[in-house]
């Protein structure tokens, strides 16, 4: 997520409780037109057209690619935090890289948690032995 400015006008700007349930992190997903990025991209295609038939007309909102660059993408994302009437579990602390001057934490009071669930880990994939993938966490978070 890009924020700008400084910490005292950004605390200001988004510690508006209705903000608060909207602020996330982001990545886009490409694979730089290689054949099997693409035919994954047919493939939620389809998956969205499957759930499309069983659902009332206008409900389901239409699936396209998004651009990263000049390629297709996937935008993925994760909610900073959940409302505490949908949870039942509590509250963990950012990371300090993640919130480095405890603006997101000092966002957390009130009707919002920030809990395991919200927090994105990172994962590398290698091969190991025999070449069988394996994914070690990148960071360390806890």
């Known amino acids: 997520m ?15 409780a209705r903000a608060v349930k909207w602020i996330r992190q982001s990545a886009y997903i490409t694979g730089l037109e290689a054949p099997s990025f693409k035919s994954a991209l047919e493939n939620i ?4 057209n499957l759930f499309k038939k069983h659902l009332p007309p206008n409900k ?14 996937i935008a993925t994302w994760n909610r900073y935090f959940t409302s505490k009437q949908h949870t039942s579990q509590e509250s963990v602390p950012f990371h300090h890289t993640v919130d480095p001057k405890g603006i997101l934490a000092s966002m957390a009071q009130g009707s919002y948690a920030h809990t395991s669930e ?8 290698f091969l190991g032995q025999e070449n069988v993938p ?9």
Request: proline fraction near 4%; charge should be positive; glycine fraction near 2%.
């Open 60 to 73: 389901l909102d239409m699936w396209h690619p998004d651009q990263f660059q000049n390629y297709h993408s």
């Open 118 to 125: 919200n927090e994105v880990k990172f994962f590398e994939r």
């Open 134 to 142: 394996q994914y070690v966490q990148c960071f360390n978070f806890s």
């Open 2 to 16: 890009r924020i700008f400015g400084t910490p005292k006008m950004l605390h200001t700007r988004l510690s508006n």
């Open 45 to 48: 295609l389809a998956i969205h």
